[in-house]
Every structure is written in structure tokens, then in C-alpha cells.
């Protein structure tokens, strides 16, 4: 029974054909950006945060159902831990990015911003140049490392059914979740959110992981999607897509309930300080900040609703591509409209005001490296784990 992914020219060439043309694009960009280097480097670093955390969240997965005990997602397993492999590939770049970009992204880290700012004085045992590289490679590292035990653990029960390989699998999860718990939060608040030093957000780190989390649900759903129609992956059915389908809308409506939240509480209070990060964007950046909330929210609200909507493969289709690009959208105006601001001192910078052809051809260009590597890991190993203990429960899997 055991089927095997052939990663085949049309794969390689869609995959190509997204890298060269973003490319060419972010090149057409980069030329019309020549004098403002903070856009060349924010763009940068969250296209590349917002793909390698997207393969984080697909380990995260993996770990929390592997220590729940859940089975119903076995059939698509794979599929999960060809994204997380995505994490190592990321790691290298991430590191050029905030090593050469950092003068031009961050603003607390320049020679005497803390001065004459009390703020950034308070704050100078975490936010000072050794701590933040030394926890950024800490962060790379763990991930990449437990990553590799994952999937290495995995791989191994291809040839060996021993359930304690099962059992390790357990331990791994249970420390990766561990390590992620502290972690993902920390990355957020240390490439993120210090881009505005001046301000914070006590749901930052949630409102950060839940945007990946439903963004992840929508690649495996459109993957697992593709897969099927290509004849791969015949036992999964209705129920398999239903489920996604289920965490696809849940976490829509959460990622929506966390922006709302921060966004009422930081207004009703009114105070300059948290206020300036709403401001900042709803007035140099509305058509990103309405488009965002209507792709997040809006639109897989209406569409994903109903039970019979997450069981129409097309409609289910649509709503993932369109949660993708607004919660693409959602992390260039975490990064972007920051950076930008702070870099000129204020309001008055040479804001974009929306995403322009260097951080669509960035998109793009991610998203074919993304996809290159997400198939050419499907086609290294058995797209079905079979010696899992509930590989069975997942082929008769009801909702």
C-alpha cells in the first residue's frame, strides 16, 4: 500500500517560475527603493519570518497531536513534516537578514538612540545587540535541531514498527512544545515588535502565532488538495478536509477576536504610546489594513461557515489562498509601516502605503522556494506513515 510522491517537472517548473519571476519583480522594486535601505531590509525579513514560521507551526502540529494521542491526521502526517523542513532552509537566511539589515530595522540599536529616551534605557538588558543575536541563533538552532529529531524519528519507523519509536516521538513532541511555547512568543516580540521599541502588546506573541497557525491549516489543506487530484492519498476523504476545514474557521474568527482586542483596548485607553501603532497604520496604510482584515476575517468568516461550505473542495480552496495572502498582508504591516517610520523619526517618512512590486516579487520568491523544498521533501520519504499506531484510526476517521 505504501505510495511514493515522484516530484515532477510541473511541480519544478511552477515552483521555478514563482522564484524567477518574483525575482525579477523585487529586482524591478529593489531599483525604486536604491535610497531607502529600511524597506529593502524589513521587506526582507518578514517575507522570510513569515515562511520559515510557517513551517514552524506545521512541526507544532505535528507535537501537539503526536502528545494528545490524536490520529485523525496521520494520512496527511507527511505533508506537515515537509513544511517544517522548511525551518533549516530558512534559519541560514534569517541570520544574513538581521546580521546586515539590523542598522536599518531596528532602530533601539543604534549608537546613542537610548540617550535621551528613558524607555529604551529601561529596556537595554534585553534589547542590546548580544542578547538579541545570541537569542535569535538559540531560537534557529532549537528549531532546526528538533526539527531534524522529528522528522529523523519519523523517517525511521518506515523501517522499523517498534512502538518505542512512537514513544520517542512523544518525548520529542513534548519538548519541542516546550521550547515552543517560550520561543515562539520571544521571536515575535525580538524581530517584530521591537521595531517599534516604544510601543508593546501584551497579546503580540498570541496574535503572532495564531495569524501562522491558520495560514499553515490553509497550505496543508490546499497541499493535500493538490496531492488528491494528482492521484496520491486516496483514503483521505471528506472528514480528513472537513477537520481542516473546522481549524481553518476557528482560528479566523480567533485571529479576528485577538485583533479586535488589542485594537479597542489600546484606542479606549488612549494613551500616545500604544495608540501610535494602530494610528501609524490606519493612516498611511488604510488599503493594507481594511484588505487585511477582510481577507483574515471577512471573507473565511462567510465562506467557511456553514458545515456544507467545508465540505466543497473549490470553496474550500478559495478561502486558503485567500487566508494566505491576508495574513501575508498581515505580517508586511507588523514589520513594514515600523521600520519605515522609526528609521525617519516619525510620521512623516516616505511611507508606500501598501505592498508594492519588491515586496510582491519577495512573496513570490519565497513562496516558489517554499513550495520547492515542501515537494521535494514530500517526494523524499513515503507519503504515508503506516507503522504509526493510529494509521488506522486516520483511514476510518468520521467526523
Known sequence: MSENYSFGLKEKKFSFLLMGGGAILAIIGLLFNLDNPTRIWSGLLYNNIFFMILGLLGA????????????????????????????????????????????????????GAADHDALLQGKAAYLNKPFF???????????????????????????????????????ISALFILVFAVTSSMYSWDWMMSVQPHWYSTLWGWY????????????????????????????????????????????????????????????????????????LRIEHYPMTMWLMIVLCFIT????????????????????????????????????VPGAIANMAHGHHANHPGFVGLYEIGLGLFFAGLFIFFLFRNLASAPLLQENHPFFKESQVHHT
Open 60 to 111: 507544532f502540529y505535528v507535537a501537539s497531536q503526536t502528545v494528545a494521542y490524536n490520529g485523525w491526521y496521520v494520512l496527511i502526517k507527511r505533508i506537515l513534516e515537509a513544511m517544517m523542513m522548511f525551518v533549516p532552509v530558512a534559519a541560514i537566511p534569517m541570520i544574513i537578514i538581521l546580521f546586515f539589515g539590523f542598522d536599518h530595522i531596528y532602530h533601539w540599536g543604534l549608537p
Open 300 to 335: 473565511p468568516f462567510f465562506i467557511l461557515l456553514t458545515r456544507g461550505a467545508k465540505r466543497k473542495m473549490n470553496t474550500m480552496v478559495l478561502g486558503a489562498i485567500l487566508i494566505i495572502i491576508g495574513h501575508w498582508l498581515d505580517f508586511y504591516q507588523m514589520v
Open 133 to 171: 543575536f545570541g537569542r535569535a541563533v538559540l531560537y534557529l538552532l532549537l528549531w532546526s535541531g528538533l526539527v531534524f529529531m522529528l522528522r529523523r524519528n519519523s523517517l525511521a519507523s518506515d523501517k522499523n514498527a517498534s512502538y518505542s519509536l512512537y514513544k520517542r516521538s512523544k518525548h
Open 208 to 279: 503572532c502565532f495564531i495569524s501562522m497557525f491558520v495560514t499553515a491549516m490553509s497550505v496543508l489543506y490546499l497541499t493535500t488538495f493538490y496531492l488528491q487530484k494528482q492521484g496520491y492519498l486516496k483514503d483521505v476523504n471528506k472528514e480528513h478536509y472537513h477537520d481542516i476545514g473546522k481549524l481553518m474557521f476557528a482560528f479566523s474568527v480567533a485571529w479576528a477576536y485577538l485583533f479586535y482586542a488589542q485594537f479597542v483596548l489600546i484606542w479606549y485607553a488612549n494613551i500616545p504610546e500604544e495608540t501610535m501603532y494602530f494610528a
